[in-house]
């Protein structure tokens, strides 16, 4: 029997992130995601180090819709593709990157740089393999570490980007997937390592505050048409009508006592 009073969530006025505390409590919590950083709030930290990611091509599996974002899925049934360094106690696995943007260029983000919103954002999900599989590590306030790139719109777009958009044709609606072998995401990274870090959660149900957040501070630049390329995905299965694919961001929690730190002064 499916729950009658069940109504999935989603990034609308009747089921968007103002709702989302009605099912998902912690929504409301202390330490939730995205936030504001503000450079006179920032704390340079000089013992932090820097942050290593070591991917396998070959650990990418498929890209899908699940009709929230565009999400590309990695093996992370060993330690094939980690992250390390930076404020992690270890390595954590790579499991799935996927997208926030909004419906024109000029906002899209999730996080939000001293009052400057991007047009979108990156984030690649990695998890503690300290604990036994992902939905454990979600439990655990060191459980995930989310790699957080913001997408600028430019001239000179990151041809890195060309491929992940170039498949989008084959995932437009809800519930469509298609392999993606051969993928190595760190080809995307900007040329500057420089992060900013804080303890937060997942940007969208369950909202648990597991995530200890590092952000980039240098975007990389993807064009308008690539931006709209990503806006041409459909929320709907295949036989729904059509409704765009667009706006899956938080808008910005309060920060409460966190401390945000820097990896550069
Ligand atoms: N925007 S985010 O990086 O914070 C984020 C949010 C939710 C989920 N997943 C939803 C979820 C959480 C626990 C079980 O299923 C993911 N993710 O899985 O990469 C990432
Ligand atoms: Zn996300």
Not at 22 to 43: F, L, T
């Amino acid at each position: 029997m499916i729950n009658p009073n069940y109504y999935p969530w989603g990034y609308d006025s009747d089921n968007g992130p103002d709702q989302w505390h009605k099912n998902y409590p912690i929504a409301k919590g202390r330490h939730q995601s995205p936030i504001e950083i503000n450079n006179k709030e920032v704390h340079y930290d000089r013992s932090l180090l820097p942050w290593f990611a070591s991917y396998d091509p070959g650990a990418a599996k498929t890209i899908l819709n699940n009709g929230k974002t565009c999400r590309i899925v990695f093996d992370d049934s060993f330690d094939r593709s980690v992250l390390r360094g930076g404020p992690l106690p270890g390595v954590y696995r790579l499991r799935q990157l996927h997208f926030h943007w909004g419906s024109s260029d000029d906002h899209g983000s999730e996080h939000v740089v001293n009052g400057v919103r991007y047009a979108g954002e990156l984030h690649l999900l990695h998890w503690n393999p300290k604990y036994s599989n992902y939905l454990d590590a979600v439990r655990r306030t060191d459980g995930i570490a989310v790699l957080a790139i913001f997408l600028q719109v430019g001239k000179t777009p990151k041809p890195e980007m060309k491929r992940i958009l170039e498949e989008i044709n084959a995932i437009k609606t809800k519930g469509k997937e298609a392999p993606f072998p051969n993928f190595d995401p760190s080809i995307l990274f900007p040329k500057s390592h420089d992060y900013w870090t804080y303890h937060g959660s997942f940007t969208t149900p369950p909202c648990e505050e597991c995530i200890t957040w590092i952000i980039l501070r240098e975007p990389i630049i993807v064009s308008s048409d690539q931006m709209a390329k990503l806006r041409s995905l459909s929320k709907n299965a295949e036989n729904e009508p059509d409704l765009p694919l667009v706006d899956n961001w938080r808008p910005t929690q309060p920060r409460y006592f966190r401390m945000v730190s820097a990896s550069f002064l």
